[in-house]
């Protein structure tokens, strides 16, 4: 049984620390940057019955699902995430949820134990999405669901076009590579274009490093690191600045994430 309270049960590793340490510092500002993440989450949510034990896997700052349930006052949510400040930060406004701080990839959760799993916009983040699958798979119970939205190759293109580089993402075909047929049957699986618009350049690049992730330069007038954006003078930046404005439109500066919405079932 997992107290009421944050239930850390081992160190991250290296490469989850230092995205948990990102999200962590995100936190008390993430709801002023997370646009795509509340377009995702409505998308996903229309279509997701929460029953039992529901598993939020990079919960963040929580999701209410008790407008889901239809009524079941039963559900029992457990929300995990590699992020501790952001586990605090939902601790405030769901107090009642199980929170437990670890990896999707190593669950810290008995077998066959969860109806439903959740997960909106975090498992791009793992460095073994096979591995996160597998898992499901094992706390899973039989006939079981899990919805899921991942951020999906061909994501952020106009950052590419600005000379800037985002984290590479894998394709539908292959997140859907990893679920094994004998084991899953899938309900849906679609890519779902989803496009937020900014009015400059720095609120685009600031969402991003406002919901912990990071952006990366491929020109050496730019340097960058897990936090922020830097040029090496104003001149660099105006014309980075003017580049942007070619890609306006009338709703302002697009940004278009490429989402896998992949909802299967546990055979």
């Not at 963040?60 to 008790?66: H, L, M, N, Q, R």
């Not at 706390?139 to 994501?155: M, N, Q």
């Not at 997140?175 to 685009?204: G, N, R």
């Amino acid at each position: 049984m997992i107290p009421n309270q944050i239930y850390c049960p081992k160190m991250l590793a290296p490469a989850s620390d230092e995205i948990a340490e990102r999200f962590s510092a995100a936190a008390d500002h993430y709801h002023e940057h997370n646009s795509v993440q509340r377009m995702s989450a409505a998308s996903l949510l229309a279509q997701f019955q929460p029953r039992g034990c529901v598993l939020d896997i990079g919960a963040g700052p929580g999701t209410a699902f008790s407008t889901q349930s239809n009524g079941e006052k039963d559900i029992k949510v457990f929300a995990l995430d590699i992020a501790l400040g952001m586990l605090q930060k939902l601790k405030q406004s769901f107090p009642r949820y199980q929170v437990i701080c670890a990896d999707a990839e190593q669950l810290p959760l008995l077998g066959h134990s969860i109806d439903s799993i959740y997960s909106n916009l975090a498992l791009q983040w793992c460095g073994n999405f096979p591995a996160a699958i597998a898992e499901f798979e094992r706390v899973l119970k039989v006939g079981g669901e899990c919805h899921l939205s991942i951020v999906a190759d061909g994501s952020l293109a106009q950052l590419s076009t600005l000379g800037l580089r985002v984290n590479g993402f894998l394709t539908i075909e292959v997140l859907k590579a990893a679920f094994c047929h004998s084991k899953w049957q899938f309900i849906e699986a679609e890519l779902i274009p989803m496009t937020v618009y900014f009015e400059s350049l720095k609120d685009l690049l600031y969402s991003i490093k406002g919901v912990g992730a990071s952006v990366h330069s491929s020109q050496t007038s730019l340097h960058s690191d897990t936090q922020q954006v830097q040029l090496r003078g104003r001149k660099d930046w105006q014309a980075l600045v003017a580049k942007a404005q070619n890609l306006r439109q009338a709703e302002g500066i697009p940004l278009t994430y490429q989402i896998a919405q992949l909802r299967v079932r546990r055979l």
